[in-house]
């Protein structure tokens, strides 16, 4: 069948969870059979938002392809199973880059290069583009930002371009928000009104509403939206805060949300989409009683979404043990070896965040040899996992000055240190060693044994790396090097086999972390910490 193309805008506010209800559209109708992916447009004119500050922007996703992307495409990974590229998140300054190199090569004869057509047929080509190359039943393309704002007048434009051009393979969702004012006692759909004709007035008709809100909208103000909305009622639909994000498709799906797109782009379907294994998943959510604690240590952990990959990743790997997960947030700021003991006796499991930068190496330093000292399972990534090696080297091989040259480029024990095409690199804009590389694993680890197999393939983002020069040290004195890549024999994971659970990886493996498919590491580290509070437990009643 030819491609559908579903677009779903924003009006109001920000942060009303666009990302989550097209990760909820696209799996409904992955659990039907049809195949589907999703990009998501943003607005801002960086390039990509590799060099964004996380306190603007939260966490920076990678792609399996090395294309450092909104933390949206995490989402829509963890909800489909689907491996997103570069060509699912593309930024205002990609589509400019883009026209301004075409212009200087002379692709446009001399035309005097406009925002229409020649932006706007750009942001079309980069929505069919997927479609074009995959021959996907669906393409879902998220419009960041909010219906109003100047920069995302291009995109809208493109939108209405496209709905006359494909008719009814085509539909645009809108989510909006409506408020419940306490004093009043009232829900009010004003805002969401104002919305609507403000998309209206760029020629975009909405096809579907979701209606965002804290409390259930009665059926009565869903039938005045419609009115007001020139949508019909069946197809105003609501999203209600939920315990998690992982019940929006059920309730999505409550709603006929997914029978609606079907219906409004002459889809043929038929039954009830497969939600088994996501249920199951939400099961064990409902049903876990007991809790496993981890301490996240890191410099960001005041920012909600610095950390969300790890965050998801957790969650999933605790689910899945029938654990409820608390993590508690460790400034590595203000971790000192004063306070250490009473910020980290309660944890039943540690992870070592990553980062770039000086800031809080420090604190890192002491968590990681305070867990390694009390035998808790301790999880470095990237730069947790430098850290690991740092503090080893001071502590156990006795280098008291050794360090990374990112934090100090003139210590004597370089054991972290910049990789060889890296030393001439200026251009700080998506050039780091990034994306999916392999790595070959040695049997009988603790590492190799979570995985199940010996070859993998992880996602990289990062500059600094192992020394390998200092492997031999490190392994005579019980840190084993214990991942390589098969290509350039790069130290990729370390592991002191003596300890419970003491493992750092050069990789970050959030990244590929799923509602249907934890990673094995999550869960292994997850596995580790529960022994470990049964073990506590069993000391105290002793």
């Not at 004003?190 to 909208?217: A, F, W």
Request: net charge negative; charged share 25%; glycine share 8%.
């Amino acid at each position: 069948m030819d491609t559908r193309y579903i677009f779903v805008t924003g009006g109001v506010v920000s942060s009303l969870g666009k990302g989550i209800i097209s990760s909820s559209i696209a799996r409904l109708l992955l659990s039907r059979g049809f195949s589907v992916t999703i990009q998501k447009f943003d607005p801002y004119i960086n390039i990509d938002p590799g060099t964004l500050n996380p306190y603007e922007h939260g966490e920076c996703y990678v792609t399996v392809d090395g294309h450092e992307a909104d933390l949206d495409l995490g989402h829509y990974e963890r909800f489909t199973n689907i491996k997103t590229t570069r060509a699912n998140n593309i930024t205002t300054g990609r589509v400019y880059q883009s026209v301004i190199d075409k212009e200087r090569r002379g692709d446009y004869l001399g035309k005097t290069v406009q925002i229409i057509p020649h932006i706007t047929d750009e942001i079309k080509r980069d929505v069919k583009l997927l479609a074009n190359k995959h021959k996907y039943d669906f393409v879902i393309t998220e419009i960041g930002g909010t219906v109003g704002d100047i920069e995302s007048t291009p995109f809208l434009e493109a939108v209405r371009q496209l709905k006359w051009e494909l008719g009814n393979r085509c539909v645009c969702v809108h989510l909006t928000y409506v408020p419940y004012i306490k004093a009043a006692k009232e829900l009010k759909t004003k805002p969401t009104q104002h919305s609507v004709k403000m998309l209206q007035q760029v020629g975009i008709q909405p096809d579907i509403l979701v209606l965002r809100t804290e409390k259930v909208i009665p059926q009565s103000i869903c039938r005045k939206v419609a009115q007001f909305c020139n949508v019909s009622v069946e197809a105003v639909t609501q999203s209600v805060d939920c315990p998690t994000i992982y019940e929006v498709p059920l309730m999505m799906h409550a709603q006929k949300l997914d029978n609606i797109i079907l219906e409004k782009t002459g889809t043929p379907y038929s039954g009830e989409p497969d939600l088994v294994k996501w249920n199951k998943f939400l099961d064990h959510m409902k049903n876990a009683t007991e809790v496993v604690t981890v301490g996240l240590v890191g410099k960001y952990v005041e920012l909600q979404d610095a950390y969300k990959s790890i965050d998801e990743s957790l969650l999933q790997a605790a689910t899945y043990h029938d654990r409820k997960l608390q993590i508690k947030y460790i400034s590595s700021e203000k971790l000192n070896d004063g306070n250490v003991e009473e910020q980290l006796a309660d944890m039943d499991g540690v992870i070592v965040a990553p980062g770039f930068g000086v800031r809080g190496t420090e604190g890192k330093f002491v968590a990681l040899k305070w867990c390694r000292e009390h035998d808790v399972p301790t999880f470095g990534i990237c730069l947790g996992m430098q850290c690991m090696v740092i503090e080893y080297a001071r502590d156990v091989l006795g280098m008291a000055e050794a360090n990374s040259t990112e934090l100090d480029p003139n210590t004597p024990y370089n054991v972290i240190d910049l990789m060889e095409e890296q030393k001439s690199v200026t251009n700080m804009g998506g050039t780091m060693r990034l994306g999916a590389y392999a790595c070959h694993l040695q049997p009988g680890t603790k590492v190799a044994q979570a995985y199940g197999t010996l070859d993998i393939e992880e996602r990289h983002r990062h500059r600094f790396e192992f020394n390998d020069e200092y492997r031999q040290q490190f392994e005579d004195a019980g840190m084993k090097c214990v991942g390589e890549n098969p290509d350039t024999h790069l130290v990729e994971v370390v592991e002191v086999p003596s300890k419970k659970w003491y493992i750092g990886t050069q990789y970050h493996p959030e990244y590929s972390s799923t509602v249907l498919n934890p990673h094995p590491l999550f869960m292994s580290f997850i596995e580790a910490a529960i022994a470990n509070k049964k073990d506590k437990e069993a000391t105290k009643q002793q």
